[in-house]
């Protein structure tokens, strides 16, 4: 079922915003970026985006560029963190990095990170006075940062061996890594509105990204290759401190805790090591357990826009976070 139809036609124009932008530049340093792009994603942001600016009375039409900056944004960062994780594979062909190398990769995130701020720094639409301007490059720049420090911490934890963390822990590094991006993109949609309806629609988006990040961790455990289009099982090779690690570090026994740990600090790509990582999540039921936990962020999400008047992009807001926890891919 197509949860959003009524904004499609908009995505589509988008992309194709997206694509001018990026095929106006000089195609030795571009020209990689629009097979990528066109490779496929979501588009979870800018469906954000559009779908909280109908929820609070905007047009589509006026966010449309705001949120293509988000999105080129996400594309960056996805660039980056496949090289930062040894990712082999993003929307189910080799990363960037592995098809054209590190260096090409690096920089053409960078490209993308530079295109963007020119973007920001042009937006026409909608129309913003020199003040208003200033103040939307501060909310972008602050939720970037968000982003960048949250994945930095995620990295810090793996460099340093750092395995007691807790579950705020881990929660205040999603809420910076994930939640923060889509936070924004659903202020930006409501930007033209009330103080309170921007204020609801941060809340859905923070809440919404906790829920994306925590089933997203447990369809690298639990997906299909076919579906999820990543490999499965990377967390464990990378060593990541999902919700799924700290609830098994916490409860299991210490032969476990010490097997799972060296599993995940060894960074082996050994099916036998990740499956026995997967099996000891399983043990403990910390894989359900992430589960209802993003179940309930999702609740929070759609209580989040019970204030907001009916209509069909509400409705499509709430069919989208009952559709982040049930997703495949």
């Known amino acids: ?79 980056h963190d496949d090289i930062e994780d040894g990712s082999q594979f993003r929307r189910g062909i080799p990363a960037l990095h592995i098809a054209q190398g590190i260096p090409i990769a690096l920089n053409s995130g960078d490209a993308l990170y530079t295109l963007l701020w020119k973007k920001l720094v042009n937006a026409k639409s909608p129309k913003f006075s020199p003040a208003k301007l200033i103040k939307l490059q501060k909310l972008y720049a602050d939720s970037f940062k968000k982003v960048v420090d949250g994945q930095g911490i995620e990295l810090s934890w793996i460099k340093e061996g750092k395995f007691n963390i807790t579950e705020k822990d881990y929660l205040e590094m999603i809420s910076g890594k994930t939640a923060a991006l889509m936070s924004l993109s659903c202020e930006i949609g409501a930007l033209q509105s009330s103080s309170k309806n921007r204020s609801l629609m941060r809340k859905y988006g923070y809440s919404m990204g906790l829920a994306f990040q925590i089933h997203d961790d447990v369809l690298n455990l639990t997906g299909s290759f076919e579906k999820y289009k990543k490999e499965i099982g990377g967390d464990i090779s990378e060593g990541k401190r999902t919700l799924m690690v700290v609830k098994a570090l916490q409860i299991g026994t210490e032969p476990d805790k010490e097997k799972l740990t060296s599993i995940l600090a060894s960074h082996s790509k050994n099916q036998s090591d990740i499956s026995d990582a997967i099996n000891i999540l399983k043990k403990y039921g910390t894989i359900e357990y992430a589960r209802k936990a993003a179940i309930s962020y999702v609740e929070d999400a759609k209580k989040a826009l019970s204030k907001l008047e009916d209509s069909t992009d509400k409705q499509s807001l709430l069919n989208l976070a009952d559709y982040v926890v049930k997703r495949e891919q």
């Open 1 to 79: 079922m197509d949860i959003y139809p009524q904004i499609r036609p908009h995505i589509e124009k988008i992309e194709k915003m997206m694509e001018d932008d990026i095929a106006s530049e000089d195609p030795r340093v571009y020209g990689v970026l629009l097979p990528y792009l066109r490779s496929g994603g979501k588009r979870i942001r800018p469906v954000l985006s559009l779908l909280s600016a109908g929820a609070t009375g905007t047009p589509y039409d006026s966010v449309m560029e705001l949120a293509s900056i988000i999105e080129l944004f996400h594309n960056f960062t996805l660039i």
